[in-house]
């Protein structure tokens, strides 16, 4: 059996961390098996389903790097209603699904009556049973269909996450599976899409729990093989609270690369939402699949920590060749007005610097100084820039003119005869020569930013 999962995001939104990580686990399970990481948009929601939204759901999915299978052959549920009307003529036929022709008056007085007793909403009055006489149909009513739920029993499974579920059937409703117009209904679609793509393990957030039993008795009906499924445990935001879009929380999973995360920190720090492999951290996609196994998800929901996330993403930009770097910097330099970076080369100065950055704009504005002199603020200014600065600056200048030799190791063997010929310590030598060369006190060693910046630039920034 080739293992067959899918990822399923409804149109009507962005693709936030919550959908990412559940196609990421869903996309880990299927590598890891050697089988097929499927696509399908659940676009039947007319009114709010945009094809902005789709193209925001391929453009995140692109961004993280989780490549579906069926790239060529996504599945769309609008264009697939002609066979879910061939499945439900099918159920009709089999006395697995019925007409109702319930008034709305009449739907809210049984919805009133169960609240107040605590059963199913439906009373099944239009559900065919054997010696029962059915209403008489009324005129000029377009009537929905209903699926016909088992009566006794209870609908089972074990959840490869939370474990064995079991739902009474007297506490499922008949649900609707076409509305009065013909168009067919989440739950209908969701099975017959499953069992036509040959979906093996249906991974999905927890909040489609209520949903399984439905889905698993009209497959059941079908005469379907189950697949098996795996509830996620939701995503909380730092407070602690579900997630939600009042609240602010949700941001389109490429937000997150406007704020500097690379995205296979972004992967690597979901994949530690609910799940762990020891107590491994920072780790590759590839050992991801190689360790990864639903037994070793939590089925208590996990909390959102920005830190955890940027001090991730700092590892893999530590991680990350220069020359690749280089390529994801550029742009961003570009935004600060720095478009020539071939003197010095940016990668040179990415591997002086790419320590000190926990995301890639810090890592553009820890860049930007070697290429053009910033104005030193004022704080800074204040703190270590005294009467003599500018004289000592300019003697200092004059040793750095006469090496022979202009790398990091024969500037900082001036730094201590200076100093000793100045009757100063480093402090008042070091602090001063960041802000007259780079325009900031925060640098790396600063004997290595000056072999970098070049002796002629170095000169004259000194001199200017």
């Not at 941001?251 to 939402?273: C, H, S």
């Not at 491994?280 to 050992?287: K, P, V, Y």
């Not at 290429?371 to 300019?394: C, G, I, S």
Request: charge should be negative; include cysteine.
């Amino acid at each position: 059996m080739t293992v067959k999962t899918r990822f399923a995001p409804s149109p009507t939104g962005y693709l936030h961390i919550g959908g990412v990580r559940t196609a990421l686990f869903s996309w880990a399970f299927a590598k890891k098996h050697k089988g097929e990481f499927l696509l399908r948009i659940e676009d039947t929601d007319l009114a709010r389903s945009t094809a902005e939204s789709v193209n925001v759901i391929l453009d995140g999915m692109k961004w993280v790097g989780l490549n579906y299978d069926n790239a060529d052959n996504v599945v769309y549920q609008t264009r697939r209603f002609d066979r879910y009307k061939e499945v439900l003529a099918e159920l009709l036929d089999k006395g697995a699904a019925y007409y109702c022709y319930c008034s709305k008056e009449e739907l809210e007085a049984m919805r009133e009556k169960a609240e107040r007793e605590g059963t199913a909403t439906y009373d099944r009055r239009w559900r065919p049973e054997a010696g029962k006489t059915l209403p008489p149909v009324p005129e000029g009513v377009e009537p929905v269909v209903r699926f016909k739920t088992p009566l006794d029993g209870a609908t089972e499974w074990h959840d490869l996450v939370k474990g064995k579920i079991s739902i009474p059937n007297d506490a499922l409703d008949d649900l609707i599976i076409a509305r009065a117009d013909g168009t067919p209904t989440y739950n209908f679609c969701v099975v017959v899409d499953d069992f036509d793509m040959g979906i093996t393990h249906v991974i999905r957030g927890d909040d489609h729990v209520n949903n399984t039993p439905k889905q698993i008795n009209i497959l059941k009906a079908m005469g379907a093989t189950l697949p098996e499924y795996a509830h996620l445990p939701m995503i909380l935001n730092e407070q602690g609270k579900k997630i939600s879009k009042r609240s602010g929380d949700t941001v389109a999973i490429t937000d997150f690369g406007a704020m500097g995360i690379l995205p296979e920190a972004m992967l690597n720090y979901l994949a530690r939402l609910g799940w762990a492999h020891g107590d491994d951290e920072f780790f590759t996609m590839q050992q991801f699949i190689e360790w990864f196994d639903l037994k070793d998800v939590s089925p208590s929901p996990s909390r959102m920590d920005l830190k955890k996330l940027y001090w991730i993403n700092a590892e893999h930009i530590k991680a990350t060749p220069d020359d690749a770097l280089a390529a994801l910097a550029k742009p961003r330099l570009a935004v600060r007005g720095i478009t020539d970076t071939a003197a010095p080369a940016l990668e040179n100065v990415l591997a002086l610097v790419k320590d000190r950055a926990q995301d890639l704009n810090t890592l553009a504005d820890e860049c930007v100084y070697f290429y053009e002199k910033q104005t030193p603020a004022e704080a800074d200014t204040a703190k270590h820039w005294d009467d003599e600065a500018p004289a000592r600056m300019l003697r200092f200048a004059d040793k750095l003119e006469g090496l022979d030799d202009w790398t990091a190791e024969a500037i900082h063997d001036l730094f201590k005869p200076f100093c000793d010929e100045e009757g100063i310590k480093m402090g008042k030598l070091g602090m001063p020569l960041r802000l007259a060369v780079c325009g900031t006190a925060k640098t790396p060693s600063v004997d290595a930013v000056l072999a970098l910046i070049g002796r002629e630039e170095v000169l004259r920034r000194i001199r200017a």
